[in-house]
T-cell receptor, first 113, second 114 residues
Framework: AQSVAQPEDQVNVAEGNPLTVKCTYSVSGNPYLFWYVQYPNRGLQFLLKYITGDNLVKGSYGFEAEFNKSQTSFHLKKPSALVSDSALYFCAVRDEETYKYIFGTGTRLKVLA | EAQVTQNPRYLITVTGKKLTVTCSQNMNHEYMSWYRQDPGLGLRQIYYSMNVEVTDKGDVPEGYKVSRKEKRNFPLILESPSPNQTSLYFC?????????????FGSGTRLTVV
């Protein structure tokens, strides 16, 4: 069965430091991977996706994600964190057979000034 | 502006009183879905629709109904709400079922059932 794991409930990072939010996945076919961000009192917003090709995917707001097939990981990264990046981040995989999205449980990112 | 519109944003109701949460998208998307978000559980799919008049159960469909009479609208109906349906609900749409399509989400409906 397809699954997504976000091992950290919360990540704290100082402003200006690099950040990483971890995600690992399990799929039987090709992985179609996504990151979404949820700001307080808002819906989820698409950040980036990996379909095929380059293992480093660039997305919105300066975020990027690194796809690692051998480690079945899709970690979200940003070279220099901003206080405004503080939000809830969800990793997701879309099943190419059932069309369903499977979401992780979310990681709360706190960027400290 | 391309968007998914949910109403209402906040709703407090009493046990057993039927309610409908509306969802409308203006992007001509075929695929629409409802999720509930609960702390520690992430997003769980309630129902989805691959096109007009085509709906199917997600992972947590009990106590909910949906309909898709028009492409743009996908209302969520709670016939007899109970306190365990207190949650944050999101409607989402995507152009189709191809796995490379991402979702556009509505702003959410926070429902409290007392």
């Amino acid at each position: 069965a397809q699954s997504v794991a976000q091992p950290e409930d919360q990540v704290n990072v100082a402003e200006g430091n690099p950040l990483t939010v971890k995600c690992t996945y399990s799929v039987s076919g090709n992985p179609y991977l996504f990151w979404y961000v949820q700001y307080p009192n808002r819906g989820l917003q698409f950040l980036l996706k990996y379909i095929t090709g380059d293992n480093l995917v660039k997305g919105s707001y300066g975020f990027e994600a690194e796809f690692n097939k051998s480690q079945t990981s899709f970690h979200l990264k940003k070279p220099s964190a901003l206080v405004s990046d503080s939000a809830l981040y969800f990793c997701a995989v879309r099943d190419e057979e059932t069309y369903k999205y499977i979401f992780g449980t979310g990681t709360r990112l706190k960027v400290l000034a | 502006e391309a968007q998914v519109t949910q109403n209402p944003r906040y709703l407090i109701t009493v046990t057993g009183k039927k309610l409908t949460v509306t969802c409308s998208q203006n992007m001509n998307h075929e695929y629409m879905s409802w999720y509930r978000q609960d702390p520690g559980l992430g997003l769980r799919q309630i129902y989805y629709s691959m096109n007009v008049e085509v709906t199917d159960k997600g992972d947590v469909p009990e106590g909910y109904k949906v309909s898709r009479k028009e492409k743009r609208n996908f209302p969520l109906i709670l016939e007899s709400p109970s306190p365990n349906q207190t949650s944050l609900y999101f409607c989402a749409s995507s152009p189709g079922t191809a796995p490379n399509y991402g979702y556009t989400f509505g702003s959410g409906t926070r429902l409290t059932v007392v």
